[in-house]
Structures are given as C-alpha cells and as structure tokens.
C-alpha cells in the first residue's frame, strides 16, 4: 500500500518559469518531510524539509508547502534552470521510518 | 566532511549467487538505512538500522539482510540471487534514528542479475 503518492510521473517546464511538483499522502501520523533530487547513477540529493507546525519553507529557488488537512505537499522551484532536469523524491515520516513516494521526473526546456 | 559511500559501485552476478553490499556512514552518523530503487517503484524500504540494532526491517524476503558494525559501517546481503533482484542499492544515514532526522544518501550499488 502506497502511502505516499507522486501521482505525475513527468512534468516539462520552460527554463524561467516556475516547476511545481505535488505529493500526497494517506498517513495522518506523518509529520516531517522531505525532498530530495536525484540525477541517474546517482544517489538521491537532499534538497528541502517542513515539519507539520508550518505549512512553508524556502531555500532560495526551492520552496515547499504543506496542507495537512489535505494531506498534500508541493515543492516549487523558481526559476526553473535546465540544471534542475532529474527525477524527484518526496519522503513522508512517522518519527519513525521514511516512506518515499515513485517520483517524479521533471525536464526543464532551454 | 566525507559523504556516504557505497562499496562496490556496480555488480554483476548470476541468478542463485550470494552477494555482499557495504556502506559507510556520514562520520558521526549512527543510523543507516537502506532501500532499493527498481524503474517505477520509487525507493523501497529494506531494513535500518541505529546503534547496531535492526529497529525496521521492510517487506522482502528473508534472503535479505543487514548489519551493522560498532563503527556504524553497514553491510546487507543477499543470497540466492533471482532476476527481480537487480536494482539500485541505496544506503542512508542521518545522525538521530530514522524518521527523526534528515537522511542523507550514498551513490548506491547497482546489482545486475544475469
């Protein structure tokens, strides 16, 4: 059972406009969250975390928001740069044990 | 400060063969985890591990398995080899247990089953 859910394998954005990646989840216990990115033969890179008491974080291009009513995440990167093409990993946790959703693979367009 | 690492980078073995994987943690680390990545299946949970303790262990079958060392070095196995084993091996650590703190990846095993 897949408790966490990247439900777009692929998005292509052009290169300065915004790339917006969503993440949902089943588990009401989760609380603490993460994305990573991961180029192939590669592992995955740790870009950005939020815990459940807030709903927003930046790191510079990278920002991610959650709704818990919704159970729903999204990772927003402004401006998109053909550097950030790779596939990426959201990761919901229990305090317990990371659960990582399929991921979604992003192509930023020159 | 050295990143994870993994040992080998790429492997080849037949079906029915035993096959040893090793990661080394972040210096300081003392949780390790370990997944495995196949096209489509996201990052499957294998097993984790904190202060030599296996405290989660995922849904395989029991020809795989871990450990850890006082060091927090981490080796996992895999015996009798099937087809379906071929995959990218990745190994996490994070300093708190896992769940708790952000995890931090190696380059992964790649395993190819002939």
């Known amino acids: 059972d897949q408790q966490v859910k990247q439900n777009s394998p692929s998005l292509s954005v052009q290169e300065g406009r915004i790339s917006i990646l969503n993440c949902d989840y089943t588990?009401?216990?989760?609380?603490?969250f993460l994305w990573y990115k991961k180029y192939p033969a590669e592992g995955p890179t740790f870009l950005i975390s939020?815990?459940?008491?807030?709903d927003k974080n930046e790191d510079g291009r990278f920002t991610v928001f959650l709704n818990k009513s919704a159970k729903h995440l999204s990772l927003h990167i402004v401006p998109s740069q053909p550097g950030d093409s790779a596939v990426y990993f959201c990761?919901?946790?229990?305090?317990?044990?990371?659960?990582f959703g399929t991921g979604t693979s992003l192509t930023v367009i020159p | 400060k050295a990143g994870v690492t993994q040992t080998p980078r790429y492997l080849i073995k037949t079906r029915g063969q035993q096959v040893t994987l090793s990661c080394s943690p972040i210096?300081?680390?003392?949780?390790v985890s370990w997944y495995q990545q196949t096209p489509g299946q996201g990052l499957q949970f294998l097993f984790e591990?904190?202060?030599?303790?296996?405290?989660n262990k995922g849904n395989f079958p029991g020809r795989f398995s871990g450990r850890q060392f006082s060091n927090s070095r981490s080796e996992m196995n895999v015996s009798t080899l099937e087809l379906g084993d071929s995959a990218l091996y990745l190994c996490?650590?994070?300093?708190?247990?896992?769940?708790?703190?952000?995890?931090?990846f190696g380059p992964g095993t790649r395993l190819t089953v002939l």
């Open positions: 996490a650590s994070s300093y708190l247990p896992p769940g708790q703190d952000t995890q931090y």
């Open positions: 588990n009401s216990m989760f609380d603490y």
């Open positions: 939020i815990s459940s008491i807030k």
């Open positions: 990761a919901a946790s229990n305090r317990n044990q990371f659960y």
């Open positions: 210096s300081g680390h003392r949780s």
């Open positions: 591990y904190f202060s030599e303790t296996q405290r």
